[in-house]
């Protein structure tokens, strides 16, 4: 945001903000721990409002339910953004001294009066503007967002809208203020941190700036390739085109976790030469002409890892691995040398260190300090500095520190896969409680609910399609179809529907998902497929046989 | 820019000695300032006292009756005995009451008072009416924790830590009055058919393993409980990107139990399923796993 890929505020702002929005987020289930402090924000007078297309446990805590169509937030921020400034609610100091570009924004949100974005995005006018003007002139405000933002195939620009939101209040770079995405994987911050993004080298710094690539290839004795590579999506591409024959997949399951599931399978199918490193022999590393089977990077390996308030902290080595099963370390250097290079790293906190030489953000983080600490948030240039609870805080300062907060304007367009007579209901896909991704680490410890795929669907449509809750359904998008147990009941708007990817065994829901993706960040639209649902006709089966051991 | 607004200070006397602490502070905040202790069971560092227990009881000068120290506020002047034969007298009847009515032999700071004070539990038996001692089986129905409610001193840390100074699913309360009370979710439902989301927050502060997680109740059974051969160690959560800091208690190079420090700000002891009990598949398919030998070795899903 603003140049540093990581929400801006702490866990501990929660609970002394004044208002929460959580837009395209259930994390009630989906970050339960990081949900109490919000819980506690509340009892300490703070206002919820959850803007989800679901009727989510998340709902079940807010002041307020903002119930948005899928894949129409940006219509919705852009009412909100118009409307605090036709009612003169925006920070006019704040939108002069310290961003830029807002004519061009107040231009573009124009069109998005009350009554055009309750008709795109079924959500009330009346809550639309209460919901603004309780933003605008709450002291502190927060907008905390997941991938009900970021699945889209326009989620750049659905971040841009909020982020538009927070400069016109002047609601971010304070306590209490900002802007979070809420990180879904216990180090997908870290992964970023760490230049796993094709455009980044470690600490968000520019591949293609040529002095930031000099200070790599002098540290590392190397050239570094002077432009940004390709992200997922764009990779998939160059597969499809064959410009990508070979792929070394740590620690991921894609063809479980890709969106148009079947199409990624041809792809892996085709690749050349398959490498895949992981604990388990995931469906992706039964694919693969060589497999390095990994430590637990959390429990048997050393390391650090970085939380959704950019906190980088450590995991420890608890337990010997099993059987052949190496730390990701060891298996990357020896490969290293098969290739030729000598990477001579004793430990992980060597790796650290030399992390902490060419990222700023992360110089002063030893891993003594990590552990006094308990970890630090970035950035952290210095030993003697604490780390930064909250990011942005140069916006504030007069003159504004460095280069102003530009506004981006963004605008309505609906998802990709387009419903119609064939294909009557939308799909969106997320998470459950008891459940995490593709299902491989939680598939085993004992979850106290069903390990079974569940369609949930509102009774008009059920009673439309002849489907009793319980009833066995075919879920069909245009590239594939799949079988899933009908779930009844009104979360869901008539006309939406919600599945998981969390058993992918039985039920691969990505065979139904869209692989349209957002053209910058390469995420795709997971949230948006048009499907249709079909009863599957029960086999009649002899009473005497329904149970064994029955009367 | 925080709340951290200086209180103003009281003094108070702690066994003749003079401690200046902030207002609204708690005789017990004041008694630990002082050096000194006191017995508590219900308290909890991360939960608001509510001075059910009365083991942590004082002599307050000019109270008549003996007063919670967890639970009284601190007021200018107060005069405090922490160790009088009156107050000690208290405790081991407080002590040996519980120890008459449920089965405290897995709960370390009953033993511990017992110990301290001498108690005597068994000169309580000829008062013991039928029906005194109400002996319930462990209840198991479910896979990840056990409710042993003869072990329950119903303290309430379980009920408060669901409730809203934890997990607020408010999934369970005390049921029934007198002998009859103990701790349910509600028309006697089984856990999984109740409110209750798993999140283990309410054995992570049960101080008597009424409530426990399933694997170390098993392994008690087994007599392969050894807490004298489990290593502590401290990472972090391998699920969603908040980032809680866990414990694993890890005995002969499996884990056995997973906490959280209750010292980390960020949950402050309160996990959710997937990190309290998410940790099984580390040990899929090896040897004597967590569940039966016949497990397979990659998790079903998976396959």
Known sequence: MFGAGGGTNSYREMEETNLILLWGSNARETHPVMFLHMLKGVRNGARLVVVDPRRTSSVAFAHRWLPVRVGTDIALANAMGRYIIHEGLLNEEFVREATEGFARYREAVEPYTLERAEAITGVPRELIAAT??????????????????????????????????????????????????????????????????PNRLVGFQNVEDPEVRARFERAWGCTIPPKAGWHLTAMYDAMEKGLLRGLYVIGENPVCSDANATRILRLFQE???????????????????????????????????????????????????????????????????????EW????????????????????????????????IQWPCPTEDHPGELFLHGRLWKRPVEGPRAPFVPTHYEPPVDEVNEDYPLLLTTGRRLYFFNTGVQTALYGAPVPQEEYLVLHPRDAGRYGIAHGDRVRVSSRRGSVEATAWVESTVAPGLCFMTLHFPEKTPTNVLTVDAADPKSGTAEFKATAVRVERIPRERVPAEATREGAP | ?????????????????????PEASTLLQAIRAAGKDVPTLCYHPVLEPIGVCRVCVVEVEGSRTLVPACIRRVEPGMRVRTE?????????????????????????????YAAEYGARPERWQPFAREGFRTRRAPKVDNDLYVRDLDRCILCYRCVRACGEEGQSSFAIAVAGRGLGARIDPGFDLPLPDSACVFCGNCLAVCPTEALVPKTQFEMRRAGTWDERRQQVVTTTCPYCGVGCKLNLHVQDNRIVKVTAPLEDPITRGFLCVKGRFGWTYVHAGTASGPGSEAEPSTPAGTL
Request: glycine letters at 8%.
């Open chain 1, 132 to 197: 603004a003007r309780e933003y605008a002139t709450a002291p502190r405000a927060m907008i905390c967002w997941t991938l009900g933002i970021t699945e889209h195939h326009n989620a750049v620009d659905t971040v841009f809208s909020l982020t538009n939101l927070a400069l016109l209040t002047g609601h971010v770079g304070r306590y209490g203020s900002g802007l979070n995405p809420l990180r879904g994987q216990n180090n997908v911050q870290g992964g970023g941190d760490m230049g796993a993004l």
């Open chain 1, 271 to 341: 690749l050349e030469f398959l490498v895949v490193q992981d604990l388990f022999l995931t469906p992706t590393a039964e694919l693969a002409n060589v497999v390095f089977p990994a430590a637990a990077a959390w429990c048997e390996s050393e390391g650090t890892v970085t939380s959704s308030e950019r906190r980088v902290q450590r995991v420890r080595k608890a337990l010997d691995p099993p059987g052949e099963a190496r730390d990701d370390l060891w298996i990357l250097q020896q490969l290293a040398r098969r290739l030729g290079r």
């Open chain 1, 344 to 375: 001579d790293y004793p430990d992980a906190e060597a790796v650290w260190n030399e992390v902490r030489e060419l990222s700023p953000l992360h110089r002063g983080m030893s891993y003594r300090r990590l552990e006094e600490l308990g970890g």
């Open chain 2, 1 to 21: 820019m925080t709340r951290e607004v200086q209180a103003p200070l009281v003094t108070v006397e702690v066994d003749d000695q003079r401690v200046e602490i």
């Open chain 2, 84 to 112: 009088t034969p009156r107050v000690e007298l208290s405790r081991r009847m407080v002590v040996e009451l519980l120890q008459t009515s449920v089965d405290t032999s897995l709960a370390p700071d009953v033993q511990r």
